[in-house]
């Protein structure tokens, strides 16, 4: 099992471009989120599924779309990228199977530079 | 908003040593979990603690829980090299018990 990937790695913008990072998991898992990490910040969640077809706000989800066409793949957009989006992107999964003590399985992580 | 807060921010310390993080939060929780992640890295699930609980451990992690000082603590025994990483609490709300609140982290650095 390969568990959470995440595509691209690296990616450097510039202002205004869109780009649309992508995650997949081979978990089957139901649940699906997207954070961002910034230094000293943690994680903040940006938007989260609860199954394929359905999604929801979550902490931060300003100049961020998503979509979850297919249960293994979690699609997180950038219509318009601006410098405060440089961060670093993680995706993770959890499982109902484990409810109500959901762990998340995370993904590498995308690194993203909006110049 | 973030509900858990590390404390250090930063450790370090000699190998073979232990090292002990704190966690506080706001909030009645349903459970708290730990992460690590490795420089560059992704976050690895460590241990869970339910609300109910007090103490748990699991190889030389050991992870206290005070509900009634909404507090928990990390213990790492004997710490290795390897142990570098930063370190997360995370909680789990009462409702909505899948979303996880993440702390900012404690950095640790276990010298040789």
């Known amino acids: 099992n390969a568990g959470v990937t995440q595509t691209p790695k690296f990616r450097v913008l510039k202002t205004g471009q869109s780009m649309t990072l992508l995650c997949a998991q081979d978990m089957n898992h139901e649940y699906m989120y997207w954070y961002r990490q910034d230094p000293g910040m943690g994680l903040r969640l940006i938007h989260y599924?609860?199954?394929?077809?359905?999604?929801a706000k979550g902490e931060v989800p300003d100049g961020y779309n998503v979509s979850r066409l297919k249960k293994q793949n979690f699609l997180l957009g950038l219509e318009s990228a601006a410098p405060s989006q440089t961060s670093v992107y993680f995706c993770?999964?959890?499982?109902?199977?484990?409810?109500?003590?959901?762990?998340?399985?995370f993904g590498p992580g995308t690194r993203l530079t909006v110049t | 908003s973030q509900q858990g807060e590390e404390d250090p921010q930063a450790l370090s310390i000699q190998e073979g040593e232990n090292a002990t993080m704190n966690c506080s939060y706001k909030t009645s929780i349903n459970n708290l979990q730990w992460y690590r992640q490795n420089s560059g890295r992704g976050l690895v699930h460590l241990i869970l603690i339910r609300s109910n609980e007090r103490e748990k451990h699991s190889g030389r992690l050991r992870v206290t829980l005070d509900t009634s000082k909404k507090s928990s603590s990390l213990l790492i025994t004997a710490s290795r090299a390897a142990d570098t990483a930063s370190y997360f609490c995370?909680?789990?709300?009462?409702?909505?018990?899948?979303?996880?609140?993440f702390g900012a982290g404690t950095t640790v650095t276990v010298r040789a």
């Open positions: 995370a909680t789990a709300p009462l409702s909505n018990d899948y979303k996880l609140s």
């Open positions: 599924s609860v199954g394929e077809g359905t999604t």
């Open positions: 993770a999964s959890s499982s109902t199977r484990d409810r109500p003590f959901y762990e998340q399985y």
